[in-house]
Nanobody, 115 residues
Framework: QVHLVESGGGLVQPGGSLRLSCAAS????????MGWYRQAPGKERELVAR???????NYADSVKGRFTISRDNAKNTVYLQMNSLKSEDTAVYYC?????????WGQGTSVTVSS
């Protein structure tokens, strides 16, 4: 069973930066596709960024050029570097792992962008 733990959220001013981390348990991380999703109050969960097992990435249009997803297979960890943060980036951010029939989610980490 895969267990995902996110960290790195917090309060940041507009224009600031944060780096989220997601550590995965188990031995399938390097073979898995990883993603970051977010859910703002009153809104549906949406894809922010995704990275495949061969490190191909794709991003939501709203974060292109500002966010970068990366992975370190030696540490079983996926990262989301968030720069030039805006108030509309405020949300709970969730890590997702997909491999075969496994579809695992972390508990989420809260990001608040406010002055």
């Amino acid at each position: 069973q895969v267990h995902l733990v996110e960290s790195g959220g917090g309060l940041v001013q507009p224009g600031g930066s944060l780096r989220l981390s997601c550590a995965a348990s188990g031995s399938i991380f390097s073979a898995a596709n990883m993603g970051w999703y977010r859910q703002a109050p009153g809104k549906e969960r949406e894809l922010v960024a995704r990275i495949t097992r061969d490190s191909t990435t794709n991003y939501a249009d709203s974060v292109k050029g500002r966010f970068t997803i990366s992975r370190d297979n030696a540490k079983n960890t996926v990262y989301l570097q968030m720069n030039s943060l805006k108030s509309e980036d405020t949300a709970v951010y969730y890590c997702n792992l997909r491999w075969a029939l496994v579809n695992a989610w972390g508990q989420g980490t809260s990001v608040t962008v406010s002055s």
